[in-house]
């Protein structure tokens, strides 16, 4: 619609200067044959819906009222299929009505003044045009376009003016609304063809599933003949007798019995053969524990009898004993504590010539237990065979060694090897010390031309 369906009001100086064709054209005007508003301008009552402009019933039927409030009641008042009508023709025939006045208007205003109800009471407080145009401008502001436009358009205060105001702009809403409509037609035809192809793929997926639902029943009736071929089979074979099968139980009993006995028996074997294997382990264990302490053993014999040869060659070599392999006893005093008296005579002269003091003491056999803590502390070396001293003496030996910080050494054997063995493994021990303290020590800054 390019222009509103009646003339916009004038002024009055402007109502004046038009000439009187105009005026005499004016009035043959079909709004302004038909009965005015102004009219009821000074009336306190609202206006009726009979009593608006003509052109004024389009947009408030269209405004204020739904297509499917309209679909239920215009049919009550007229010749319309409610099913088969379009909404131009529901839209049409209530317009009709409203023009027409009467049960058809009466009961449309009924439903609007329902529907609108708090619009009403809220424009009510209006007492003149101005306060009526700022409530439908709040409305404007707040898009709550319907209620107001009828609140407004059967308002007592609403004159012609107000009435073309709030028209001009619902028709200039009407073309906002129909540029967004287009955007939303856009939008409507891109998801149309989205859900066309969606369709399609649905069908696909359907058609597939169909075929496969048909491939699977063939393959189950399939299935089903071949169980119905395999039953008539199976009752067509004649019946097996009893007593063979009782026989072949019993066989088979005897067979499972058998099998039971030769079961146990392996199992019991294998149970003694296991019992074995533990202890032949053991006993391999123990041999090889053996075997290590014989060998350790052996490597010590070796070593004693080494060392017990040298003292010999040396002694052979040189008469002096102090070549003899005793050279780390000369000048100390060394405390022999238990062993045999043969031995320990003989090892007391080997010391005596290597220019030692050898003091011997039985462990308490003989002499004094009381002599030996006197006998330690003046001592270099003290040193004891542990399989010829009693647990008491070898005791109370550690502790006063320990009390004095005298060194003791064990010896394996009361033997002349043994003792002759640890005076050239601590000689040995004592000259590498030595070397190593050498050859650690810093050069001598001292300069034989310079000092």
Same mark, same amino acid.
């Given at each position: 619609?390019?222009?509103?369906?009646?003339?916009?009001?004038?002024?009055?100086?402007?109502?004046r200067?038009?000439?009187?064709?105009?005026?005499?054209?004016?009035?043959?005007?079909?709004?302004?044959?038909a009965?005015?508003?102004?009219s009821?301008?000074?009336?306190?009552?609202?206006?009726r819906l009979?009593?608006?402009?003509?052109?004024?019933?389009c947009?408030?039927?269209?405004?204020?009222?739904?297509?499917?409030?309209l679909?239920k009641?215009?049919?009550?008042?007229?010749?319309?299929d409610?099913?088969?009508a379009t909404?131009?023709?529901?839209?049409?025939?209530?317009?009709?009505l409203?023009?027409?006045?009467?049960?058809?208007?009466?009961a %449309? *205003?009924?439903?609007?003044?329902? @529907?609108? &109800?708090?619009?009403?009471?809220?424009?009510? !407080?209006?007492?003149?045009?101005? =306060?009526?145009?700022?409530?439908?401008?709040e409305?404007?502001?707040?898009g709550d376009?319907?209620?107001?436009?009828?609140a407004l358009?059967?308002?007592?205060c609403?004159t012609?003016?107000?009435?073309?105001?709030?028209?001009?702009?619902?028709?200039?809403?009407?073309?906002?609304?129909?540029?967004?409509?287009?955007?939303?037609?856009?939008?409507?035809?891109?998801l149309?063809?989205?859900?066309?192809?969606l369709?399609?793929k649905?069908?696909?997926?359907?058609s597939? %599933? *169909?075929e496969?639902?048909?491939? @699977?029943? &063939?393959?189950?009736?399939?299935?089903?003949? !071949?169980?119905?071929?395999?039953? =008539?089979?199976a009752s067509?074979?004649p019946?097996?007798?009893?007593a063979?099968l009782?026989d072949?139980?019993?066989?088979l009993?005897?067979?499972?019995?058998?099998a039971?006995?030769r079961?146990a028996l392996?199992?019991?074997?294998?149970?003694?053969a296991?019992?074995?294997?533990?202890?032949?382990?053991?006993?391999?264990?123990?041999?090889?524990e053996?075997?290590?302490?014989?060998?350790?053993?052996?490597?010590?014999?070796?070593?004693?009898?080494?060392?017990?040869?040298?003292a010999?060659?040396d002694?052979?070599?040189?008469?002096?004993?102090?070549?003899?392999?005793?050279a780390?006893?000369?000048?100390?005093?060394?405390?022999?504590?238990?062993?045999?008296?043969?031995?320990n005579?003989?090892?007391k002269?080997l010391?005596?010539?290597?220019?030692?003091?050898?003091?011997?003491?039985?462990g308490?056999?003989e002499?004094?237990k009381?002599?030996?803590a006197?006998?330690?502390?003046?001592?270099?070396?003290?040193?004891?065979?542990?399989d010829?001293?009693?647990?008491d003496?070898?005791?109370?030996?550690?502790?006063?060694?320990?009390?004095?910080?005298?060194?003791?050494?064990?010896?394996r054997t009361?033997?002349?090897?043994?003792?002759?063995?640890?005076?050239?493994?601590?000689?040995?021990?004592?000259?590498?010390s030595?070397?190593?303290?050498?050859?650690a020590?810093?050069?001598?800054?001292?300069?034989?031309?310079?000092?």
């Amino acid at each position: 619609m390019q222009a509103p369906p009646f003339r916009l009001a004038r002024t009055a100086d402007a109502s004046r200067d038009e000439n009187s064709a105009a005026a005499r054209l004016r009035a043959a005007d079909a709004c302004c044959a038909a009965p005015s508003s102004a009219s009821f301008a000074g009336s306190k009552r609202r206006t009726r819906l009979a009593e608006l402009d003509p052109n004024l019933h389009c947009s408030v039927i269209g405004t204020c009222l739904t297509t499917h409030e309209l679909r239920k009641l215009v049919p009550k008042f007229a010749g319309l299929d409610r099913q088969h009508a379009t909404d131009l023709e529901i839209h049409h025939t209530a317009v009709e009505l409203a023009i027409a006045g009467g049960p058809g208007s009466k009961a %449309l *205003h009924k439903a609007l003044d329902e @529907r609108y &109800a708090g619009a009403i009471r809220r424009f009510d !407080q209006a007492r003149d045009e101005d =306060a009526v145009l700022a409530l439908w401008n709040e409305a404007l502001k707040n898009g709550d376009i319907p209620p107001a436009y009828w609140a407004l358009m059967t308002h007592p205060c609403a004159t012609m003016p107000v009435r073309q105001a709030a028209f001009g702009e619902l028709h200039m809403l009407s073309h906002l609304v129909g540029a967004a409509n287009r955007a939303d037609i856009r939008r409507l035809v891109a998801l149309e063809e989205e859900n066309a192809a969606l369709r399609d793929k649905l069908e696909r997926q359907q058609s597939r %599933l *169909h075929e496969i639902s048909t491939q @699977r029943d &063939a393959a189950l009736a399939q299935l089903g003949e !071949q169980i119905v071929k395999l039953t =008539a089979e199976a009752s067509r074979q004649p019946s097996l007798d009893t007593a063979s099968l009782a026989d072949e139980a019993r066989a088979l009993q005897a067979r499972l019995a058998e099998a039971d006995q030769r079961l146990a028996l392996h199992t019991s074997r294998r149970e003694a053969a296991e019992q074995r294997a533990l202890q032949e382990q053991a006993t391999a264990e123990a041999l090889r524990e053996s075997r290590d302490q014989a060998l350790a053993l052996l490597k010590v014999v070796q070593s004693e009898c080494q060392a017990l040869e040298r003292a010999t060659l040396d002694a052979l070599d040189q008469p002096d004993a102090r070549r003899a392999g005793l050279a780390g006893v000369a000048g100390k005093r060394v405390v022999y504590v238990g062993g045999r008296p043969g031995s320990n005579a003989a090892l007391k002269a080997l010391v005596t010539s290597a220019g030692g003091e050898l003091v011997l003491h039985d462990g308490g056999l003989e002499d004094r237990k009381g002599l030996l803590a006197a006998a330690l502390p003046g001592a270099d070396l003290v040193v004891f065979p542990v399989d010829c001293i009693d647990h008491d003496s070898m005791n109370t030996l550690k502790r006063v060694c320990e009390r004095h910080q005298v060194v003791y050494h064990p010896l394996r054997t009361a033997s002349v090897a043994s003792f002759i063995d640890l005076i050239a493994r601590l000689q040995t021990e004592r000259s590498a010390s030595q070397s190593a303290a050498v050859s650690a020590r810093p050069p001598s800054a001292f300069c034989l031309r310079h000092g």
